[in-house]
């Protein structure tokens, strides 16, 4: 049977234990009837298993590799049979630059730390580890098993600076700098030197990712390669390496969040990628037992991510004889009908919004003392989530994007907490403004880097911490925030909120050009991201709504769905997603039901439509259409989970 490419998949499932030195009975329960009962279960597009994680160890007899311990039967060779059997591409987890037994046999590969020490479990990029290891193993998972593609795990997040001797030299020779340390032999990690040893690094994984992916497509003609979180949250650049699609795991706990902001950067790289689910909530620490999501949590996370076009895996573990539960496999039923039953609608769909949140490498990587950024980003993400809370759409715009034609599309652009803007990037945000857009800034330092355009506001160089209270309408808004202080020197500006009690500007809004600049004082997104507050959300979205931004969708019932709007073969899909209840994910681990919201109304600007159903189901909805204002209104009964909106013109 001819199998697709694993690029081509909208749903899959992902199984792992990461082997080790326990593992001395690899394949002693794993049995073909266990593998077809899984595929007839869930009916993937591909499968994912275990063949080496973090330790090193691989869970199949390798002869290119590091073996595990002891083998009954050949697992691996068991999922490849079945696999083919059905058509579905098999697909290898793979650990790559973390590999701790490949340090263990040629401590030569470790990056060395700051203080000189020997990394026991990250590989340099610099080194011989990809040339002997990674890409003959791929080679022969490929080419002696019929291996489809591999998801490299551990692999961009997982790289750390090399201060190894040898490439401190490469770099000072290359860029013509020296990398001093002080009396105590510490780098200071604010000078030009170290940051640029740091874009150094990041380079280099760029090489090591673009060599390994090349030589094995050289090797193995089709076999399909993705860098787990590679041109992602992490490395918010464009694809600069020949990878084949993208991928990454969102967190297991408060999932739903995570996936909203991930989802919204992934897809605007322009090339195939999926999500990961966790089927199980964890915490990464020896007191976190694994708890089971069930079906109901795992559909609202996989709304989240195929609502704008991408794929969705789920991953469960597999045993440490790479066995797998069964009983959990079973429970995902229910998962894949429901993201099957919205595929021919939203596979490959592509999302648009006239609203986005600013999240910029320039500014990640002059901030973090990582090469990339796992964490960090929370006022990016606490933007994302406000906006949403709110009922608005929105997309993620990155650096590469701040052009005439990227940014085409928005109305709005919001800049939150920004640290460090590049010169160029502050030129095209101003000239955004002059044409008519909007900018929202936040935080002491993003809006002192536009004090000279602030138009009469004069602003301290530092934030302090306090508790905060601002005045809105009759209601106070409450917070714990980083504020800069700001002295009012003219009237150019107006004030929209002041902090209490007093009239110190805590909100100002400034014209310039064709368009409008409203700085806010203090760090809102990354306040909310930690502690959501529907006074602030109401506040920021009625602020919002006074700039004179017309949304393609307005919903004006109780805030607890989810808004994001796509075009597929020139039809309309607005897509709901329920989030009763995402406020208590983080501390809950596991819920078994999403409570429905009824009546809802929306009002969307759009051409005379030829058609208006909700999906999936092929239900014809009642609704009027006011030709003057271009405003359709449709009323729709229950959302349980997700629905669909199809408008065809």
Request: hydrophobic share 40%; net charge negative; aromatic share 10%.
């Amino acid at each position: 049977m001819k199998m697709n490419k694993r690029s081509q998949g909208f749903f899959g499932l992902h199984f792992d234990f990461h082997a080790g030195p326990d593992c001395v009975e690899v394949g002693k329960t794993v049995t073909e009837e266990m593998i077809r009962d899984i595929i007839t279960t869930c009916r993937p597009d591909y499968i994912q298993c275990d063949c080496k994680g973090h330790p090193g160890y691989s869970s199949y007899p390798t002869k290119a590799g590091n073996p595990a311990p002891g083998f009954v039967k050949d697992q691996l060779a068991m999922w490849r049979k079945v696999t083919a059997e059905f058509g579905i591409p098999l697909v290898m987890h793979y650990s790559g630059v973390w590999d701790a037994r490949a340090i263990e046999l040629h401590p030569e590969w470790a990056a060395i730390g700051a203080d000189g020490e020997r990394n026991t479990k990250n590989t340099s990029t610099f080194k011989g580890y990809a040339d002997r290891l990674l890409i003959p193993q791929l080679v022969e998972l490929a080419n002696e098993y019929g291996v489809d593609a591999a998801w490299i795990d551990g692999d961009c997040w997982a790289t750390v600076p090399d201060f190894d001797a040898s490439v401190i030299a490469s770099f000072e020779q290359k860029h013509n700098v020296t990398l001093t340390r002080d009396v105590a032999g510490h780098y200071d990690t604010r000078s030009p030197a170290y940051r640029l040893f740091l874009d150094f690094c990041r380079q280099q994984f760029f090489n090591y990712l673009s060599h390994y992916v090349d030589e094995v497509h050289r090797q193995a003609p089709g076999f399909e390669i993705a860098s787990n979180w590679a041109f992602s949250s992490h490395i918010p650049r464009p694809v600069c390496a020949n990878v084949d699609f993208l991928s990454g795991d969102f967190s297991p706990v408060d999932s739903y969040n995570s996936a909203r902001f991930e989802a919204r950067v992934l897809c605007e790289q322009n090339m195939s990628w999926d999500l990961m689910a966790w089927g199980f909530y964890h915490e990464f620490s020896d007191a976190s037992p694994y708890s089971v999501k069930s079906a109901e949590a795992l559909c609202r996370e996989a709304a989240s991510v195929i609502s704008l076009g991408g794929g969705i895996q789920v991953y469960n573990l597999q045993n440490r004889d790479g066995s797998v539960r069964l009983w959990e496999v079973r429970e995902l039923a229910n998962v894949a009908r429901f993201v099957r039953e919205r595929e021919p609608f939203l596979k490959g769909a592509k999302p648009f919004s006239n609203i986005g949140v600013y999240y910029s490498d320039h500014d990640m990587r002059n901030r973090s003392d990582s090469l990339f950024f796992s964490g960090g980003h929370d006022a990016a993400k606490g933007a994302v989530r406000l906006l949403l809370d709110a009922s608005r759409t929105c997309g993620v715009v990155m650096d590469f994007m701040l052009t005439p034609d990227g940014l085409k599309d928005k109305d709005l652009l919001i800049l939150p907490e920004l640290q460090h803007i590049h010169a160029d990037h502050k030129t095209a945000l101003l000239q955004f403004v002059d044409n008519g857009g909007i900018l929202i800034l936040t935080g002491g330092a993003c809006c002192k880097t536009f004090e000279d355009v602030l138009e009469g506001v004069t602003l301290s160089a530092e934030c302090v911490p306090r508790k905060i209270a601002i005045a809105d309408n009759n209601r106070f808004v409450n917070q714990y925030a980083h504020i800069a202080d700001a002295v009012r020197n003219n009237n150019k500006s107006e004030i929209l909120k002041t902090f209490m009690p007093g009239d110190t500007p805590a909100i100002v809004k400034t014209r310039r050009g064709k368009g409008t600049i409203v700085a806010i004082f203090y760090d809102l997104f990354n306040v909310y991201c930690r502690a959501p507050d529907f006074y602030v959300r109401t506040m920021i979205a009625n602020i919002i709504d006074n700039l004179g931004i017309k949304n393609c969708v307005t919903y004006k019932d109780p805030k607890c769905v989810d808004i994001a709007t796509a075009r597929k073969n020139g039809k309309l899909l607005i897509s709901l997603t329920n989030t009763n209840g995402i406020y208590t994910e983080s501390r809950l681990r596991a819920y078994d039901e999403i409570v429905p919201v009824s009546d809802l109304e929306l009002c969307i600007q759009t051409d005379p439509p030829a058609s208006v159903t909700l999906q999936p189901g092929d239900q014809a909805l009642t609704h009027n259409y006011d030709a003057t204002t271009r405003t359709l209104t449709v009323r729709i009964p229950r959302l349980h989970i997700h629905t669909m909106v199809v408008i065809e013109a």
